[in-house]
Antibody, heavy 127, light 105 residues
Framework: QGQLVQSGAEVKKPGASVKVSCKAS????????VHWVRQAPGQGLEWMGRLIPAGGGTGAGTTKYSRKFQGRVSITRDTSATTAYMELIGLTSEDTAVYYCARGRLWVRDLYYFDSWGQGTLVTVSS | DVQMTQSPSSLSASVGDTVTITCRAS??????LSWFQHKPGKVPRSLMYGASALQIGVSSRFTGAGSGTHFTLTISRLQPEDFATYYCQQFATYPLTFGPGTKVD
């Protein structure tokens, strides 16, 4: 299975934005989707959004976001499709969490299930 | 949104035991269900997709079953490395949603 390597921990002030990267090894995001999930301290896993590959059939190249993060989150990839990004704006202390990217494999239509995960990136929001 | 529930929320077990975790969806999700294992400070691990298909490299001691709204994950002959929190997740509709987790200790 392919590997995903994420960028390092970040400390941000309230109101700032953060952009976390997720680099693919052994595959590209032109063939696989990418999901972003976060886990706040003491909490469970929370899906944030996903990006479908450009050659992914139904909904190719499109993003879908959780309503909770709509307007604040943006998932993109670079032109070489080897790195995906998740940017979250308007940070508050409630955004303190470990953020994970996960590779998505096509199941049917525009539905992608997870297989491999990045190692996680701790984002701390504190004044 | 599809609500996912799990039971029990935690269970105590010993090496060699067989344990079963139940996951329920608030509406029919066919077999569009995944299971994940997560240990503190570690990367989540994908165990299963399509309710019963093992991810590559996952032991056959893990068995998934169910469809519609009721699913189970059974771990046979529990090993020390199996003590973790297990999450189910539906990928039938957006937003994807996770269960609250079951801690096996």
């Amino acid at each position: 299975q392919g590997q995903l390597v994420q960028s390092g921990a970040e400390v941000k002030k309230p109101g700032a934005s953060v952009k976390v990267s997720c680099k693919a090894s052994g595959f590209t995001f032109s063939s696989f989707g990418v999901h972003w999930v976060r886990q706040a301290p003491g909490q469970g896993l929370e899906w944030m959004g996903r990006l479908i590959p450009a050659g992914g059939g139904t909904g190719a190249g499109t993003t879908k976001y959780s309503r909770k993060f709509q307007g604040r989150v943006s998932i993109t990839r670079d032109t070489s499709a080897t790195t995906a990004y998740m940017e979250l704006i308007g940070l508050t202390s409630e955004d303190t969490a470990v953020y994970y990217c996960a590779r998505g494999r096509l199941w049917v239509r525009d539905l992608y299930y997870f297989d491999s995960w990045g190692q996680g990136t701790l984002v701390t929001v504190s004044s | 949104d599809v609500q996912m529930t799990q039971s029990p929320s935690s269970l105590s077990a010993s090496v060699g035991d067989t344990v079963t975790i139940t996951c329920r969806a608030s509406e029919d999700i066919r077999n569009y269900l995944s299971w994940f294992q997560h240990k503190p400070g570690k990367v989540p691990r994908s165990l299963m997709y399509g309710a019963s298909a093992l991810q590559i490299g996952v032991s056959s001691r893990f068995t998934g079953a169910g469809s519609g709204t009721h699913f189970t994950l059974t771990i046979s002959r529990l090993q020390p490395e199996d003590f973790a929190t297990y999450y189910c997740q539906q990928f039938a509709t957006y937003p994807l949603t996770f269960g609250p987790g079951t801690k096996v200790d």
